[in-house]
């Protein structure tokens, strides 16, 4: 089995790719207001070496709850891969104060996928969607 996972907490990013048991990983920490290169980050783990997009049998993220926008953003990348690719994609909600590794994060995605019932809906891209325990509340601008 062949499964991509990203995550960010906002000043720090990674992404780690399962193929078979064999994992590899790559992170980098970054200003909190940059977005990741997507590309030096897949290519950080092999990417057209030794594994192309539409070989990845899963995706997945994770749901932090320290970080608002890194998941959204990590979150609609993942989405959009997955949509186009028609692949399966899970968050994988992280409720630890320090988040997951990269790593585990794999692990626990490819235990739930093989977990479930056969029932599509569970990893259709478009329910792939980070939720928050706490209601957030954003301030109007006019306000």
């Known amino acids: 089995m062949k499964i991509l996972a990203i995550k960010s907490s906002g000043d720090r990013t990674a ?8 994992i590899n990983s790559f992170s980098m920490d970054h200003g909190r207001k940059d977005r990741p290169n997507w590309e030096m980050f897949l290519e950080n ?17 994770e749901n932090n709850q320290n970080s608002y926008t890194a998941t959204r953003i990590t979150a609609s990348y993942l989405k ?5 690719l028609k692949k399966p994609l899970i968050s994988i909600e992280d409720d630890s104060e320090h988040n997951l590794d990269i790593d585990k994060l794999l692990i626990i995605a490819r235990d739930k996928f093989l977990s479930a019932e ?3 809906n569970t990893f259709d891209p478009k329910n792939a969607n980070p939720i928050y325990k706490n209601d957030i509340k954003f301030k109007k601008l006019d306000e």
Do not use: P, Q
């Open 15 to 22: 992404i780690g790719i399962m193929l078979n048991d064999e």
């Open 45 to 61: 783990v092999g990417h057209k070496k030794t594994f192309n997009l539409n070989e990845i049998d899963l995706f997945a993220f």
């Open 118 to 120: 056969s029932n599509e």
């Open 80 to 84: 959009g891969i997955s949509a186009a």
